[in-house]
């Protein structure tokens, strides 16, 4: 069993960062690939962004490309989503996933996820 914790979230302005983690406990996830997701009201639960066990390969969405960074330090256990250059369509609820099988790129594809963090990037 493992447990995820997203954090990082907030409110920011168009144009600022944030960074958001996520911690899993419970069993190590470092040869686990990890996603992060995210889902705006009314909308389905999206893709943006996986990084693979070993070596580290990472997936972007089109829309995320150049300003989101995805990286992991396994030795805490840590996956991080570097955010910069924020825009309003980036608000969403955020969450994070692993998948010992695959590379996380479909919401059908993640054995555990964490509750979830809120982005909102105000104009």
């Known amino acids: 069993q493992v447990q995820l914790v997203e954090s990082g979230g907030g409110l920011v302005q168009v144009g600022g960062s944030l960074r958001l983690s996520c911690t899993a406990s419970?069993?190590?996830?470092?040869?686990?690939?990890v996603g992060w997701f995210r889902q705006a009201p009314g909308k389905e639960r999206d893709f943006v962004a996986a990084?693979?066990?070993?070596?580290?390969?990472?997936y972007y969405v089109d829309s995320v490309k150049g300003r989101f960074t995805i990286s992991r330090d396994n030795a805490k256990n840590t996956v991080y989503l570097q955010m910069n250059s924020l825009k309003p369509e980036d608000t969403a609820v955020y969450y994070c996933?692993?998948?010992?099988?695959?590379?996380?790129?479909?919401?059908?594809?993640?054995?555990?996820w964490g509750q979830g963090t809120q982005v909102t990037v105000s104009s």
């Open positions: 990084i693979s066990w070993s070596p580290s390969s990472r």
């Open positions: 419970g069993r190590t996830f470092s040869s686990s690939a």
């Open positions: 996933t692993t998948s010992r099988s695959r590379i996380p790129t479909l919401a059908t594809d993640g054995d555990y």
